[in-house]
């Protein structure tokens, strides 16, 4: 009977043990490919600070899964499909990430995508690619993104043009998923608004001439040019070439056209006016916090992708921490769960307040710095686009397009 006694008593024991014994502290490390070298290496940092910041928001609030620390490991993925395979290759199976915010540029996104993150089943949540070619990617419902189509871009910048009875336009695309579905976008809206697309070609990204380019444009008669390219690469240089013909009074260009590097080489006298088009934060709480959150971190609230980036990598921990384990396996179906109604609003930098709701069993809504993130059945979400032009030597914001 003794024996039977202490049996029990042992048994009950272990049982309080096993109930009592703290949760293990779980470590994650996200990936995030960008293009650090190549056409948009200027644009890159900035928006790579956005996804530092939100880890480390989530740090500070005590960490991911119980306590344990939230790490983000960089790979250039240069702006190329193939650079970006190897990046992603690496992230996903050398260093086990859970999830990955990136590519940056819609080549990097499919090319990591196809060759290494689809096939590990790890999330991909880019802050920037934008080609409409992304929509139909066959990916499991692996892939997502924070930014809007440029579909939805090139409609908004075909009517800010017709809205400042520019009815008639030359327009140059770099030959990629993203110029050429940019462009489409564009033609398409701008055509549908009554307006004439005078001359359309195509370009390869790298040259380090267009002059024959722009003649074919100019001799269009068209006035103004619109550039979808990047301002680190051939767009800077066909601006630069344009601007020395004197064939152009009006230039225009999308998104890859805001950055600094734009004017290397420029008077920016010469192209004051200028006209831009970007993805844009929401005019709401939500927006309001991020920049207040990334100016006392010393950042730039509106730099280009930067807020959409921040939104990337707090969506994913949010999934992650949704998920309950550092597995690939769930984060899709859990980063659906953390974006969308019904639920508690979440802002940008409310990383405690998320982890005691998901941990009381309560639905939560993130708001993003970027805006609504209701992921439609492609992953693609809803957003505003905002006008640009250059003043003194830089972009300036002007407002949404409505």
């Not at 003794?2 to 703290?22: D, N």
């Not at 004439?196 to 001439?209: F, M, P, V, W, Y």
């Not at 899709?332 to 409310?350: D, F, H, K």
């Amino acid at each position: 009977m003794r024996h039977i006694k202490k049996s029990l008593t042992l048994a009950v024991a272990v049982g309080v043990l096993s109930t009592a014994a703290p949760a293990v502290a779980q470590d994650v490390t996200l990936g995030f490919v960008g293009g650090f070298t190549g056409p948009i290496e200027s644009l890159t940092p900035p928006i790579f600070a956005g996804a530092e910041l939100a880890v480390a928001h989530i740090n500070e609030q005590g960490g991911i899964l119980d306590g344990g620390t939230l790490t983000i490991t960089s790979a250039d993925g240069a702006c190329d499909a193939t650079a970006a395979a190897n990046a992603t290759d690496r992230l996903v199976n050398t260093d086990q990430v859970t999830a990955i915010v990136g590519g940056l540029c819609t080549g990097e996104t499919i090319g990591g995508a196809n060759s290494a993150a689809i096939p590990g089943g790890v999330v991909m949540v880019s802050p920037a690619s934008t080609a409409p070619a992304l929509t139909t990617l066959e990916d499991n419902d692996l892939v997502f993104r924070t930014t809007p189509s440029d579909a939805f871009q090139g409609q908004k910048l075909a009517e800010l043009l017709l809205s400042k009875d520019i009815t008639e336009i030359a327009l140059t695309y770099v030959n990629n998923d993203y110029g050429s579905g940019f462009a489409s976008a564009v033609t398409e809206a701008y055509e549908a608004g009554g307006g004439t697309i005078a001359a359309n070609l195509a370009h390869e990204d790298g040259k380090a001439d267009y002059r024959a380019e722009l003649g074919n444009l100019a001799s269009s008669g068209a006035e103004t040019l619109v550039v979808l390219a990047y301002a680190n690469s051939s767009g800077q240089t066909i601006l630069r070439q344009a601007l020395e013909s004197g064939n152009f009074l009006t230039f225009v260009g999308g998104d890859g056209m805001v950055g600094d590097d734009l004017f290397t080489g420029i008077d920016a006298a010469s192209v004051e006016g200028m006209i831009a088009t970007r993805a844009g934060a929401f005019e709401g709480d939500s927006a309001t916090v991020y920049a207040e959150l990334a100016t006392a971190a010393g950042l730039t609230p509106n730099d280009v992708y930067a807020p959409q980036s921040y939104d990337a990598a707090f969506l994913l921990a949010l999934a992650i921490e949704k998920n309950g384990s550092a597995d690939r396996e769930g984060v899709s179906a859990a980063l659906r769960e953390v974006s969308s109604a019904p639920g508690e609003t979440i802002l940008p930098g409310e990383w405690e307040k998320a982890r005691e709701l998901i941990a009381a069993g309560t639905d939560i809504d993130y708001q993003g710095a970027g805006g609504d993130l209701d992921f439609d059945d492609a992953g693609d979400v809803d957003g505003v686009i905002v006008e640009l032009t250059v003043e003194g030597g830089s972009f300036v914001e002007v407002g949404v397009i409505e």
